[in-house]
Structure formats: C-alpha cells, structure tokens
C-alpha cells in the first residue's frame, strides 16, 4: 500500500478512538478502540497486515522517540514537582510494588520475558509500552510475547479510571466538608504570587519560543544529545532525555510543552501509537488468545500492587490513602486521563466555581505530577531497565 494512504489508514483509526475517548468522557481508551478495530479490520482482510509499516510511522517514532521523551522532561516545572516530592515517592512505590508482585507471582507462572512485557505498560503509558515492544521485538521474543504490552495498555484504564474516580470523589467530599478546602485555597495563591517574583538562570526571546522550526530544532538537539551521551555512560538514551529535558526546562533552555509549540508532538505521538500498534496487526488470533490469560493476571496482580504500593507510601507519607492510591493509579492511564477524572471529580463535588477552582489546586497537581512520575519518567527508567535484562 502506498505510504500516504497506508499513513491515513492509521491515522483513521486513532482518530476514531479519541473521538469515541472524548464522547465517553475518557470512560472507554482511546487506544483500546483504535488497537482492536486496526486488528479486527486486519484480521478480516479490510486493510493489509502491512499498513503500519507502509505507513512510514514506525521511522518517524525511530526519530522523534528522544526528542519526544525530552518534550516530556519539559512538561512539569521542577519547582513542582519539588513541592509534589510526597506524588513522586507514592507513584514511585506503586510502581515498585507493581513490578515486585509481577515478578515474583507472574514470571514464575508464565516466563522472565512475559514479566517484562508486562511490566514496562503496566508501570507507565505508551511511551514505555513501544520501548518494551521495541526491546522485545530486538530480543526475538515470541509474537504472543511481543503482543502483550499492546494487550496490556489497551485494558488497563478499563478497571483503574473508575477506581480512581470512586477514591477522588470520596477524598474531595471530606476535603470540602472539613474546612481544609479552604486553608489549601490560601496557601496555593501565596505559593503562585511567591513563583511569578522568580526568575531563571536563562530567558529566552518571545520571537524564539514562538518560533515552531526553531522549538523543532531545539528539542532535537535535546533528542541528539542524549542519544550521544548514551554510548560514553552506557545509560539508555530514554532515561538521558527525560534528565535533559528536566534540566533544560528548570534553567530556562527549553519552554515547557516544547514539542507542542513545534507543533510536531500529534506526528510523534502517531509513531509511539504505530509502533505499538504493529505487532498487534500482524499477530494471529491464536497469539492474541495465547497472550490473554498472562494479560489478565498481569493486570490484577499489578493493578492490585499499585494500590498497595500508594496505601501504604501514602500512609507513611501521612497523606490521605484516597488521594494517595488515586496518585499511585495514574500509572495505568496517565495523561490526558489523570487531568480529565480530576475535572469531573472537582465539577460534581464544588457547590460553586471557587470551590471547584481549589478542588482543582488540591487534587489536580498530585495527579499529574503522579502521572507523570509513573507513565513518562518511572516508567521508561522501568520499561529501559527491564529491556535491557533480556
């Protein structure tokens, strides 16, 4: 199939899956309806098993995957995620937890190589699904093996999401009976009013930042970088571009969101998409049905490992559990998930806009700092280390 309508093709059944995610509130995955329609579609021989490679996707992920992952280091102010230090350690612990209950109940049962399929999607979002995808495809796993991860990140969300809304809801509802929403109100506008007298080490030019070709340049020169650093320190070059990323954006060398001001982040993330997509178009049914019980048990030993790892971080933490296992859950569907359940919580909970507005400024930062601590940077740490044991 010609690239260009092979590209469409693919595009076509993302596109659906996030319109289906944004009727249903993100109540039902995006990925989950692009992944099984490219793969029904496949298998009843509507499209070719080859669309994804003929689409060129899979060599724009091979370029974009670090500047992608440098993007990502620019997302949260290092300020915040300071000031969230208790979210990282919480999403930190669910993960950890997660991966340990895996690797001492699943890799017995079903193989090292199923652990680590499952692991790396579990423990974050796509990002560390294709670098394990990528790793175990490397490795020259069995394909009931290499589609896993794909299996894994399509059912995550569907048992984790109304967990997290259930867990949200009851700790807004003590949060604003108990008169704490208010004091939280209070301390956020002095911390804001205290961050805007700040300055960073580096200011770059309005005309710069504005630029999308030279914010295309900029992030793949933080893509490159790490790539090259990663031969002299043997570090993988994921974890090296999250790291620069950080860096960059706390001294002022990198904007926040910079790949979406190069408006180049949509092209990325159908790479990401793509690569994971692949193993699951060209598997067979029969390994599709062979990779479903390890998926299963996969999902309820990890899922349950989450929950433990953030109860118990959160409890030692003297947090609130509610918020704390709801922190700890954002491993399992991440961003634009995490920020869209907090919204809904926030909107039915407040009996007016000024509560809803602190609801916001008490859950919504946890939330994305612990998203992001577990699908981007946790979670490629994770997914790069277990690769590299195959």
């Known amino acids: 199939m010609e690239a260009i309508y092979a590209a469409a093709v693919v595009l076509a059944f993302i596109a659906f899956g996030e319109l289906i995610s944004i009727w249903s509130k993100a109540r039902i995955p995006s990925l989950l309806v692009a992944m099984l329609g490219i793969f029904v579609f496949a298998k009843l021989g509507i499209v070719p098993e080859s ?95 290499i589609v896993l991860p794909a299996l894994v990140l399509m059912l995550q969300s569907l048992p984790s999401m109304p967990l997290t809304n259930f867990l949200l809801r009851r700790y807004a509802t003590k949060l604003r009976d108990s008169g704490e929403l208010q004091e939280l109100a209070e301390a956020h506008q002095a911390e804001e009013e205290e961050a805007e007298q700040k300055r960073k080490l580096v200011t770059l030019p309005g005309f710069l930042v504005d630029n999308q070709l030279f914010m295309l340049f900029l992030i793949l020169v933080g893509g490159s970088a790490a790539t090259l650093l990663a031969v002299p320190t043997h570090i993988p070059s994921s974890i090296l571009a999250l790291i620069l990323g950080i860096l960059a954006a706390a001294v002022g060398l990198a904007p926040d969101k910079a790949m979406e001001r190069s408006n180049s982040f949509g092209i990325a993330m159908a790479g990401v998409i793509a690569i994971v997509m692949a193993p699951l178009v060209t598997a067979s049914v029969q390994d599709v049905i062979n990779a479903f019980l390890p998926t299963l048990t996969i999902l309820v030993v990890g899922g349950s490992g989450i929950v433990l790892g953030g109860f118990i971080a959160a409890k030692l933490l003297r947090w609130k559990s509610g918020l704390g296992m709801s ?64």
């Open 51 to 145: 669309v994804v490679d003929d689409s060129m996707l899979v060599q724009i992920y091979t370029i974009l995957v670090a500047p992608l992952l440098f993007h990502m280091g620019t997302l949260i102010p290092l300020r915040v995620m300071l000031k969230q230090w208790r979210s990282v350690i919480i999403a930190i612990s669910g993960m950890l937890v997660a991966v340990l209950l895996i690797l001492a109940i699943v890799a017995p049962l079903f193989g090292f190589d199923t652990f680590v399929a499952g692991s790396g999607p579990l423990a974050g979002g796509i990002v560390a699904t294709s670098l394990t995808t990528e790793g175990l495809t490397a490795h020259g796993a069995a394909s009931s093996i």
């Open 327 to 390: 922190v700890a859950l954002t491993a399992m569907y991440g961003f634009p998930a995490d920020y869209l359940l907090t919204n809904e919580v926030a909107r039915s909970i407040a009996r007016d806009e000024d509560e809803k507005e602190a609801l916001l400024n008490a859950m919504l930062p946890p939330m994305l700092v612990g998203g992001f601590t577990s699908v981007s940077a946790g979670s490629v740490v994770i997914a790069s280390v277990l690769v590299s044991l195959l």
